[in-house]
């Protein structure tokens, strides 16, 4: 999808794109305008309660920034502060891990809209206390599995999954369990469960996941408010890896 760059002079470089293509731009008392399709459009308008939309298509605001203090150091990212106004939510990914935080989970402080990072929520990662493993399938008796031993910190919910031919195939939800076997609301289409074979529980990766460690942080953040919206500044707590 084509689109256009900011340049900035004062900034002495690229500061932003936008998804769209005018065929002329200009500005004129410090108003921007475009020509598109023989239209002339005026971007700026700050009595227009209609923002972001482009040539009749709506689109959503996007702010994307780079948290890389001391660059040669990991570290692990505790927290997101916001100051300014709008409802945004928050896609953060580093060297390592993925993970959002929703608008739901800022909690407003004085003048600022703090939110903790939540762990890591690939569904691939094996890191944190989000995998459990609880060896062979012993038995399968329609939704019912039977294994050595199932952890005593598995919960009604969690993911079942098991391991052949070096993959990882999801099983299906577990509906209740005891400490040795296993009971699914259903099982996964296309999935057949294999006696002998090893199983692991996940839980949910982002409460039960790895922490959000890396040497640097990239955030998105989208605004969900509709209007105009103001943000200030972004912040974040880290502290350094000791792994």
Request: charged fraction near 25%.
């Amino acid at each position: 999808m084509a689109e256009t760059l900011t340049f900035s002079e004062k900034n002495k470089g690229w500061t932003g794109e936008s998804p769209f293509t005018p065929g002329g731009m200009t500005s004129l008392n410090n108003r921007f305008f475009t020509l598109k399709d023989g239209q002339l459009y005026l971007h700026n308008d700050k009595e227009n309660p209609v923002v972001c939309n482009f040539y009749g298509e709506q689109f959503t605001p996007r702010i994307k920034t780079v948290f890389n203090d001391i660059p040669d150091s990991d570290k692990i990212f505790k927290t997101l502060i916001t100051e300014g106004d709008g409802k945004w939510k928050a896609f953060v990914e580093t060297n390592f891990v993925k993970s959002t935080v929703r608008t739901s989970e800022f909690v407003t402080k004085e003048s600022r809209e703090f939110a903790y990072l939540r762990q890591e929520e690939s569904e691939t990662s094996t890191q944190g206390g989000a995998v459990q493993g609880i060896g062979n399938i012993s038995t399968i008796n329609n939704l019912i599995i039977t294994v050595g031993k199932v952890p005593d910190n598995t919960n009604n919910g969690d993911a079942l999954f098991q391991v052949y031919n070096n993959e990882s195939k999801f099983i299906g939800i577990i509906d209740s369990h005891t400490k040795t076997t296993i009971t699914l609301n259903s099982i996964a289409k296309n999935m057949i469960p294999r006696q002998g074979y090893f199983c692991y529980i996940r839980k949910v990766s982002r409460i039960e996941g790895a922490e959000i460690r890396g040497y640097y942080m990239e955030v998105t953040l989208e605004l969900e408010s509709t209007g105009q919206a103001e943000l200030f500044a972004i912040n974040t707590n880290a502290v350094k890896s000791g792994i």
